[in-house]
């Protein structure tokens, strides 16, 4: 790759008013607004990368003031010279000797990061001119692991380890991704069941998804049990047993209580009970998990994961029997990899959350790359799907019959419009000030 170097980093504060259909509500999260803090980097050779982190509005403002925090880490590096050794630098990025005390390697410092590093295998996609699942699954074993910092994980896994398992892999990947190209990815929807949608909704929607030819749904639960009883039921009326019901709980539960509300539901099949309580709760976790078995409900968790190190617990702990990846959270790229490595030892299988603002967008890469390059396979595992603000993205998803269909664009497929740029940034966009003015949204106090 030629000198190439990063000259500016713009952030930005956007939000969508979602919190005005209750889309996105759970136990725990009664009105997000789906919002991001969006990362631009620019560079002296004319092509900029786009990333995000993904947040639900009050508060995106300090995500933006940690991704400026962090400029001065990246302003004027040489772009080629981070992509040769990428590894380091995310390691400097995230060991800034006094901004790693208010982290470290979690919260708002590492949300940042992620926008950060999202916005760089944007930018290093663009610059290979592929769209980042073909950049990874481009790059030798050897260049992949050099993306990845295992500090803190080598007691569990090695980089020689990871290229021996790359390696064994080799040989299908042309196959699989041809298999790709032709059939995709499947996917989950988690649009049948937010706890704000009536009952009504809930049947509309399972048989809108249904005929668009989804097998697997998930229903938000843990307000009231028996709220929860009824709208399975009616969730199970709709889809049949031979479709697959997933659960999740937002966190709302301590473990005694996750357990035998849980048992309550086993009624109903569910397959996995998501975030059942507290993310850092790794002990917590396995127990839940080893009293639901009996059950045949596996415990999933994942999308609010501070880091790797958390992930290595819950798989050393067999606390997760689906380890749920998040693109726009831990450092980016470079730590979710090293997630993939360590549950395809563990032979946990990884179903992405997706959904919010371009999660969807940006974790398809991430799958696609380890059904071609890592695990080799789909089996049981789904990456999740919402159907919103999609209509932002310049390179948006493609679902066909159930399934992500692999993006060709160069890049994370992370680029906003501008329209929605000018419409949706914080609090000044066009559609933001409509809001203050008929008096929807109240104006943020300066
Ligand atoms: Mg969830």
Request: charged share 25%; aromatic share 10%.
């Amino acid at each position: 790759m030629k000198v190439i170097t990063i000259t500016e980093m713009d952030v930005r504060d956007l939000r969508f008013p979602t919190s005005l259909l209750a889309d996105g509500s759970d136990a725990m999260h009664a009105d997000p607004d789906y919002s991001c803090a969006y990362v631009t980097i620019k560079t002296d050779n004319g092509v900029s990368g786009h990333g995000m982190t993904f947040t639900l509005g009050r508060g995106t403002e300090i995500v933006v003031e940690a991704c400026k925090s962090m400029s001065r880490l990246v302003k004027g590096e040489r772009a080629d010279e981070i992509f040769a050794n990428f590894g380091s630098f995310w390691r400097k990025l995230t060991s800034d000797s006094q901004l790693r005390w208010i982290g470290p390697e979690k919260g708002v410092t590492h949300l940042a990061t992620a926008a950060i590093v999202n916005a760089l295998w944007d930018l290093w996609a663009r610059i290979e001119g592929k769209p980042v699942w073909k950049l990874l699954a481009d790059l030798s074993p050897e260049q992949l692991v050099s993306t990845v910092d295992f500090r803190y994980i080598t007691d569990v896994i090695t980089k020689e380890e990871v290229i021996k398992m790359l390696r064994e892999k080799e040989s299908g990947k042309a196959e699989r991704e041809k298999f790709l190209m032709i059939n995709g990815y499947p996917a989950y929807t988690t649009q049948v069941g937010w706890l704000g949608y009536s009952d009504q909704k809930v049947r509309q929607l399972c048989h809108k998804f249904l005929k668009l030819g989804f097998t697997s749904f998930k229903a938000k639960v843990g307000q009231n049990v028996q709220d929860d009883i009824r709208r399975c039921q009616l969730i199970r009326e709709s889809i049949g047993y031979k479709n697959n019901l997933m659960l999740d709980a937002n966190q709302t539960w301590d473990v005694p209580e996750a357990i035998e509300w849980v048992k309550k539901l086993a009624q109903f099949k569910p397959i996995w009970i998501e975030e059942p309580t507290s993310p850092d709760d790794i002990l917590g976790h396995a127990e839940i998990a080893r009293n639901l078995k009996p059950y045949g409900i596996g415990v999933a968790t994942g999308e609010m994961c501070a880091n790797r190190v958390i992930f290595k617990q819950l798989l050393q702990a067999k606390a997760i029997q689906f380890c749920q990846i998040d693109s726009a959270r831990i450092g980016g790229i470079n730590e979710i990899l090293s997630v993939y490595f360590m549950a395809a030892k563990f032979g946990v299988r990884v179903c992405p959350h997706a959904g919010g603002v371009g999660l969807c967008e940006m974790v398809q890469h991430l799958q696609m790359w380890d059904f071609i390059s890592l695990s080799g396979s789909s089996d049981g595992r789904v990456i999740e799907y919402v159907d919103q603000q999609h209509e932002h993205f310049e390179d948006t998803i493609n679902i066909e019959n159930a399934h992500y269909m692999p993006p060709s664009a160069p890049g994370y497929s992370t680029k906003f419009k501008n329209s929605s740029l000018l419409d949706y940034e914080y609090p000044h966009g066009r559609e933001w000030q409509r809001l203050f003015q008929n008096g929807t949204f109240q104006k943020p106090i300066d």
